[in-house]
C-alpha cells in the first residue's frame, strides 16, 4: 500500500510564495487521484486542489489563481506550489488519495504572517 509525507511547510509574509511536496512510497493506484487538504485549529478540514493520474486538476474557489498543484511521476511525487499567500491559509497542509483516503499523516505547517 502507498504511502504518504508531506514537507515544504514553514513560515512565510503575506504575499510571500511556498511549494509543498507529497511524497509517495511505490506506485501511485492508477484508479487514485491526489488531493491536498488543510486545516486551521477549530474548523474543518477543507479540500484544497485534486489532480487525476491524467493530469487533470481542480481548485477550491478560494486558492484558484493563486496554487497550482502538479506531479512528477518519476518521483512519484504531487506538489502544491502556492502564491500570493494570505494569513487566511495558514494551516496544517495534508496530502491523500482520492476518492479513499489511507490514514492521514503529520501533514507540513504553513504559517502566513500579516
Known amino acids: 500500500q502507498v504511502q ?8 512565510v509574509q503575506a504575499g510571500g510564495s511556498l511549494r509543498l511536496s507529497c511524497a509517495a512510497s511505490g506506485s ?15 474548523n474543518q ?3 484544497v486542489a485534486t489532480i487525476n493520474s491524467d493530469g487533470v486538476t481542480n481548485y477550491s474557489g478560494s486558492v484558484k489563481g493563486r496554487f497550482t498543484i ?11 506550489q502556492m502564491n500570493s499567500l494570505k494569513p487566511e491559509d495558514t494551516a496544517v ?4 488519495l482520492l476518492p479513499r483516503g489511507i490514514p492521514w499523516g503529520e501533514g507540513t505547517q504553513v504559517t502566513v504572517s500579516s
Open 93 to 96: 497542509y495534508k496530502c491523500n
Open 45 to 47: 478540514r477543507e479540500l
Open 4 to 11: 504518504l509525507v508531506e514537507s515544504g511547510g514553514g513560515l
Open 70 to 80: 502538479s506531479r512528477d511521476n518519476a518521483k512519484n511525487t504531487v506538489y502544491l
Open 28 to 42: 501511485i493506484p492508477r484508479l487514485n487521484g491526489i488531493g491536498w487538504f488543510r486545516q486551521a485549529p477549530g
